[in-house]
């Protein structure tokens, strides 16, 4: 349903249509590759929440976790990774088609005025506390 029609005037596609921009660059012989796709949400995982490493810090002696981070949970899903050679394979003149490593950068293209963010909870209950029944 996020495909938006070159001119569609709606309120969905005006409020929540955005571009995800997935940037490819092979370690071997630098080819960039870009491929873009529509979204109308994005699903980013609650990576915010660290442990208190320093002993200075209330709280560090409990191991009371830090406080969520939108901004970080955000920057954490469109930083650049690592692909490994299995996971990529250039087509370029010079590597032919062999597999590569490669560094995987997203960016938002076009970001729609109201940004559907989900957030993903992990199922680790060292990550987030768990609820306590009473």
Known sequence: MPVNPKGCKCIYHQSFFGILRNTVTCSQCKQVTVKEDPFIDVSVGLQGRVKRRRLDEPGAESGEQGELDL??????????????????????????????QARKQ???????????????VSPYPNVLPSRENN
Do not use: F, H, N, W
């Open 71 to 100: 901004a970080l949970c955000l920057e954490q899903y469109t930083s650049a990774e690592q692909l490994a050679a299995d996971g990529y394979t250039c087509r370029s003149e010079e590597c032919g088609t062999t597999s590569q």
């Open 106 to 120: 997203m960016t938002m293209k076009k970001v729609p005025p109201a940004l559907c963010i989900q957030l993903k």
